[in-house]
Nanobody
Framework: QGQLVESGGGLVQPGGSLKLTCAWS??????MGWYRQAPGKQRELVAF??????????NYADSVKGRFTISRDNDKNAVYLQMNSLQPNDTAVYYC????????WGQGTQVTVSS
């Protein structure tokens, strides 16, 4: 299995933006997704992108549709999550993994939206 490393999180004010990056150590052509887990809640899938190409089909949870954009670069073994118009309820630890999950979970990256 590949190792997943997430980065790019931080503290941002409501309405702000962040771009998360997930890199993995081995080639994969699995569909890849971004997941998040807020305190006291179950981990949820927020977006995923198919494996067909770097411009693969995407899918979003209703709560982030129109605000988040997922993309991937198979040459760099990376997937990205551009998050705009962030809201306090987007606060969570964000993880990437295949969709459905296949790899060992990484450490995640903390996103905190607060004024």
């Amino acid at each position: 299995q590949g190792q997943l490393v997430e980065s790019g999180g931080g503290l941002v004010q409501p309405g702000g933006s962040l771009k998360l990056t997930c890199a993995w150590s081995r080639n994969t052509f699995r569909a890849m997704g971004w997941y998040r887990q807020a305190p006291g809640k179950q981990r949820e899938l927020v977006a995923f992108i198919s494996s067909l190409s770097s411009s693969g089909a995407t899918n979003y949870a209703d709560s982030v549709k129109g605000r988040f954009t997922i993309s991937r670069d198979n040459d760099k073994n990376a997937v990205y999550l551009q998050m705009n118009s962030l809201q306090p309820n987007d606060t969570a630890v964000y993880y990437c993994n295949a969709r459905p999950p296949f790899f060992t979970w990484g450490q995640g990256t903390q996103v905190t939206v607060s004024s």
